[in-house]
């Protein structure tokens, strides 16, 4: 933007720097009104910016404005970076604390840089200086968009936040945030997190690429500092920190305490040795319980029940299982009740050695399972040499139901709602209600049959709506035996989603999770919760660490590969996907989930085989019908389209914003736009999916609505809805 000159102010006698604009720049711009803004910048006093001695303009004709700076005996950090590379951690830490406390102190000003790059921060003695404070900004001002009408760009594309390459005229001070954060991914990789072969280019990878991962440059940066890298180059505002100063905390935040690593351990399915068969139950509930017990030891990494009760079906000896479910230990055993008498077998083992750690006996009656269980649960934790904390001492004490009467309806009703098909649910509701009449009013007993009714597409009788009122009855009375009840929030939350309110589901998930650090059914909705806000970051955090509790369940490899489809990453959503095909390569949804990465990757004749699949080995789902619409969309058979749905493809797309999605997705690819909006309405305003984000920048199937007026309202609702979004 301009021409630098070394001078020397005669009357101080003392070096100075001047900067004339270039005459490009100059056109168009009166230089008083220039003058008057950049006098604005003569207020800030900060030790770490470059202070403005004075301005003007020159005698020629056109004048050209200048402003004086002192001049600084130094380099630039763009000197030192071509000289040295990459910098040492704790000095990009440093300098990078300096130049935040100086655009911190400006923003509180009123003021935005709008031009941070290592070009602009001068290095006095080794501390950083911010220069040229504002003139970006007195540009802007003083040209309106005239200068955006040249072609020429107030900012640099390498750092410029994609607000401000896409020419919106209300950046705030979260643009220097997003250039802070590529200033200081550079200090660390040695190039910024965009680069490209013309200035195009790289904006448009601004805009529309996620941040390759800082590790593949610099392996060992904290979690903690990648993390914070990454929320501050957040391509929407709106997901990035509230202010420089909370980045900047958030970059110096500890990680985990460098303390023993977290043990790991899969509690296999206890084998049932019981004369009974149908005693089979009893041996799964008490997987169940001992997983929930370790689960609250917070040393303790444990696999869930999903996972486990999984590995029946594997034939893999104890090394494969700990290389599949990435965990140290596993305890294996058996279960024979005969009458009440009841034995239980237990033995620790360290898979990576095969060497048995502990192994103990237990004998009782089923009166005493209770007991056996925790005596079982605090000797595998004695054995592993984890010691207790107080709370951690007294949740293992705890009895979930008292009355084993009631305890073994309870049970029951969980073997069947984990089937997850329509005579489980109304299996698991019938049984949870005789626990009721058995023990009266019980908190975990309402817990499972609000559950049941939460996750339940349509009550006996009754419409979705009708479903989620007895999920509302059954939390509320959970509230009032228990205030702070887990399992009403869960349900609460599930109510939440299933209507469509995004932000409620996430704060009633969020307390459900933090109560009960595990409860993967509350995890995995408020994935789906996150995913309506289009609050993709902590969706994947989440899922991420879904997969590592329950490695073996499809669904939540879906989600995680879903969780990079719908920031624009295809590429790396397609190896989560893929794994979720390996594990249930019989299920519709890992298949449509799969074959949609490929389409936008390119991979035409591997997604055409995915769809193929559905259409042959699952004619009657109403999942594969609306993926197969699709498909016949992206090859323009407009006929196939416009086939009328099945009531239960219809069904199907109206209970879940995806699938709704969907369908818009293949009524726009044959340009019927008013049926496509119409769906897409649906997935908006309706199930509350308001990540517009993906809707503009990401989505390779609306194209043709995108001139629509009613498309356009469709994504002014969104984006008001998810920046007010408070989740």
Not at 278 to 303: C, K, M, P, Q, W
Not at 306 to 321: F, G, M, P, Q, Y
Not at 495 to 516: M, T
Request: aromatic share 8%; glycine share 6%; proline share 6%.
């Amino acid at each position: 933007m301009a021409v630098v000159y070394l001078a020397r102010d005669k009357k101080h006698d003392r070096p100075v720097a001047i900067k004339i604009l270039h005459p490009e720049i100059v056109a168009g711009i009166g230089a008083d009104r220039f003058l008057l803004e950049i006098r604005i910048l003569a207020r800030l006093q900060h030790p770490h910016i470059l202070a403005l001695l004075d301005s003007g303009a020159t005698d020629e004709a056109p004048p050209r404005p200048y402003y004086v700076m002192p001049y600084v005996d130094g380099e630039t950090l763009r000197h030192r970076l071509d000289r040295e590379g990459p910098l040492p951690l704790p000095d990009a830490m440093r300098l990078v604390r300096e130049t935040g406390e100086a655009l911190h102190y400006a923003h509180g000003a009123g003021l935005i840089h709008r031009d941070v790059k290592p070009e602009n921060v001068l290095l006095s003695q080794g501390h950083a200086l911010v220069a040229d404070f504002g003139i970006a900004r007195a540009v802007g001002v003083a040209t309106g968009d005239r200068l955006t009408r040249t072609g020429l760009s107030l900012g640099t594309p390498a750092y410029m936040s994609p607000e401000q390459a896409a020419a919106d005229p209300e950046i705030d001070a979260r643009t220097d945030q997003y250039s802070l954060a590529c200033v200081l991914y550079e200090l660390l990789a040695g190039q910024p997190p965009f680069t490209g072969p013309s200035m195009a280019a790289v904006l448009s990878r601004q805009v529309l690429d996620p941040v390759p991962s800082l590790t593949t440059f610099r392996p060992g940066v904290p979690a903690s500092l990648r993390r914070a890298i990454d929320r501050a180059l957040a391509k929407v505002p709106a997901e990035r920190y509230g202010s420089v100063l909370e980045f900047l905390t958030a970059l110096e935040a500890p990680d985990a305490p460098a303390a023993e690593p977290k043990r790991s351990i899969v509690v296999l399915p206890f084998a049932n040795l019981s004369p009974d068969p149908d005693n089979a139950y009893f041996a799964d509930g008490l997987l169940e319980e001992v997983i929930a017990d370790l689960s609250r030891v917070r040393a303790l990494t444990v696999i869930s029940r999903t996972s486990a009760v999984k590995l029946k079906e594997k034939d893999w000896d104890l090394r494969r299982i700990g290389r599949e479910l990435n965990v140290r230990y596993a305890l294996e055993g058996s279960v024979r009740r005969a009458g009440s008498a009841l034995r239980i077998t237990a033995q620790l083992i360290d898979v990576e050695t095969d060497a048995h750690l502990w192994a103990e006996k237990y004998s009782g009656t089923v009166d005493d399972v209770f007991d056996l269980q925790e005596r079982l649960s605090r000797q595998i934790v004695e054995a592993l040499r984890i010691t207790l904390s107080p709370p951690e001492d007294r949740e293992l004490a705890q009895r979930p139901i008292a009355d084993i009467r009631a305890f073994e309806y309870y049970q029951r009703a969980r073997q069947e709602y984990y089937r997850h098909t329509a005579e489980g649910m109304v299996a698991a509701r019938a049984l949870a209600e005789h626990g009721l009449a058995v023990v009266g009013p019980h908190e975990a007993l309402f817990g499972m049959l609000g559950t049941v009714y939460a996750w339940s597409p349509i009550s006996p009788g009754g419409d979705e709506e009708t479903t989620l009122r007895e999920a509302e009855a059954c939390a509320r009375r959970a509230f009032a035996l228990n205030p702070d009840s887990a399992q009403g929030l869960s349900i609460m939350g599930q109510v939440a989603y299933r209507r469509g309110r995004a932000e409620e589901a996430v704060r009633l998930l969020s307390r459900a999770c933090a109560a009960e650090p595990n409860n993967l059914d509350a995890m995995h909705q408020l994935a789906g919760a996150y995913l309506l806000g289009g609050r993709i970051g902590p969706m994947r955090e989440l899922l991420t660490r879904l997969v590592e509790l329950d490695p073996l369940t499809a669904s939540n490899h879906c989600l995680l590969g879903m969780s990079y489809s719908l920031s624009g990453d295809a590429p790396s959503a397609l190896p989560a996907h893929q794994r979720a095909v390996e594990l249930d390569p019989r299920s519709t949804i890992c298949r449509v989930c799969v074959a949609i990465p490929l389409v936008v990757t390119g991979r035409e004749a591997e997604a055409a085989s995915q769809f193929e699949w559905l259409e042959r080995q699952q004619p009657d789902d109403p999942l594969a019908s609306v993926a197969v619409r699709l498909w016949r969309g992206l090859a323009g058979d407009r006929a196939a389209v416009l086939s009328p749905p099945s009531a239960a493809e219809r069904a199907m797309a109206e209970s879940d914003e995806y699938w709704a999605y969907l369908m818009a997705g293949a009524y726009a690819l044959v340009g019927e736009v008013d049926q496509a909006l119409s769906w897409l309405e649906h997935a908006i305003k309706v199930r509350g999916w308001i990540d517009y984000v993906y809707f503009t920048r990401h989505d390779r199937f609306l194209a043709r609505l995108r001139p629509a007026a009613r498309f356009n309202e469709l994504i002014a609702y969104a984006r008001e809805k998810y920046e007010r979004f408070d989740g």
